[in-house]
């Protein structure tokens, strides 16, 4: 697929050579083959994983990466959350929990609805409550 030069110039303000590259996702019928798209003469990117909107789009419609994501992206916020608040021993365990759920669950859970779950995607969010300091609490 080509795009004119005059459809080009049109299009120009909209247009970073620097920022364009595509995700191609074939049908499940066809041999996966990726397609060549060019604006002009130059050609775009081909990428496998898509980030938008903060979640990831991955050409096999897998949500593998989404749910590593997630899960590090939430060991992360609580490991600097531990770092900076939850270490101090004058704060109730009380306090802990809801400020850990507050956090925790948000960042795991985003966009939760439109997962589809598979035994390892439920073993890898049961890992993540495992090695949790709180796994014996009740949120």
Request: proline letters at 4%; charged letters at 15%.
């Given at each position: 697929m080509s795009i004119s030069l005059s459809q080009r110039k049109s299009l120009s303000h909209l247009y970073q050579q620097s920022n364009s590259?595509?995700?191609?996702?074939?049908?499940?019928?066809?041999?996966?083959s990726a397609p060549s798209i060019?604006?002009?003469i130059a050609p775009l990117a081909r990428i496998e994983c898509f980030k938008y909107l903060?979640?990831?789009l991955s050409y096999h419609g897998s949500f593998d990466g989404e749910i590593?994501?997630?899960?590090g992206k939430t060991s992360q916020?609580?490991?600097?959350?531990?770092?900076?608040?939850?270490?101090?021993?004058?704060?109730?365990?009380?306090t802990e929990l809801r400020v850990r759920s507050a956090v925790e669950l948000p960042f795991l859970l985003y966009s939760f609805d439109t997962?589809?779950?598979?035994?390892?995607?439920?073993?890898?969010l049961e890992q993540y409550y495992a090695i949790s300091p709180f796994h014996s609490q009740n949120y």
């Amino acid at each position: 697929m080509s795009i004119s030069l005059s459809q080009r110039k049109s299009l120009s303000h909209l247009y970073q050579q620097s920022n364009s590259e595509f995700l191609h996702q074939p049908a499940q019928s066809t041999r996966p083959s990726a397609p060549s798209i060019a604006i002009g003469i130059a050609p775009l990117a081909r990428i496998e994983c898509f980030k938008y909107l903060r979640s990831f789009l991955s050409y096999h419609g897998s949500f593998d990466g989404e749910i590593a994501s997630r899960v590090g992206k939430t060991s992360q916020a609580i490991s600097r959350l531990r770092t900076t608040v939850l270490n101090q021993h004058h704060i109730q365990q009380t306090t802990e929990l809801r400020v850990r759920s507050a956090v925790e669950l948000p960042f795991l859970l985003y966009s939760f609805d439109t997962w589809i779950l598979y035994r390892r995607h439920i073993e890898n969010l049961e890992q993540y409550y495992a090695i949790s300091p709180f796994h014996s609490q009740n949120y």
